[in-house]
């Protein structure tokens, strides 16, 4: 349990750090747009509860990043996939998983709770965004794959024999 709670919080930690140096560092510097999530998260919680005070939207989205889309990906995603097409490579599956993020962040999230243009207009953030978003679970269900906290049916067959 302990090995697992660990696996999570770093597999989130460097899907995190991953995104962000992408986002907001490589996309801008090769001259594409700088993605702002803890700008969304904001405008999110003001949006939510009419207020948001200094700190939380940071607070928001690491929490996003180490908690909740990476269990995203360990409870639900992979699972799912390997009940419907169990021999499918977990990077196809962590592929697929960033493009439900980001159509998450930016259609949900960003339209329907925010208000924002549904995919922000599909301007050039939009782009870094679903790049972010794939390399963020690429980078998050690598970590976990290979610290083997994900029960594939092989794995589970080796285990009872």
Excluded: C
């Excluded at 948001?52 to 690491?62: M, N, R």
């Excluded at 909740?68 to 697929?96: D, F």
């Excluded at 439900?100 to 329907?112: D, E, I, K, T």
């Amino acid at each position: 349990m302990k090995n697992t709670v660990f696996t999570i919080a770093a597999a989130g930690a460097f899907a995190t750090i991953a995104f962000d140096a992408f986002g907001q560092g490589l996309s801008p510097l090769l001259g594409y747009a700088k993605l702002a999530p803890v700008g969304l998260a904001n405008q999110t919680i003001k949006t939510v509860f009419g207020a948001s005070p200094s700190g939380l939207a940071h607070l928001l989205h690491v929490f996003t990043g180490m908690v909740a889309y990476t269990l995203g990906y360990l409870l639900v995603a992979r699972p799912l996939q390997q009940k419907i097409m169990p021999s499918l490579p977990w990077i196809a599956t962590a592929t697929a998983y960033g493009v439900v993020l980001w159509v998450f962040a930016l259609y949900v999230m960003a339209h329907l709770v925010a208000g924002n243009k549904p995919f922000l207009g599909f301007s050039g953030i939009t782009w870094v965004a679903l790049w972010g978003h794939i390399i963020f679970a690429i980078v998050a269900a690598w970590v976990m794959e290979a610290r083997g906290i994900i029960k594939t049916p092989a794995k589970l067959q080796t285990a009872a024999a």
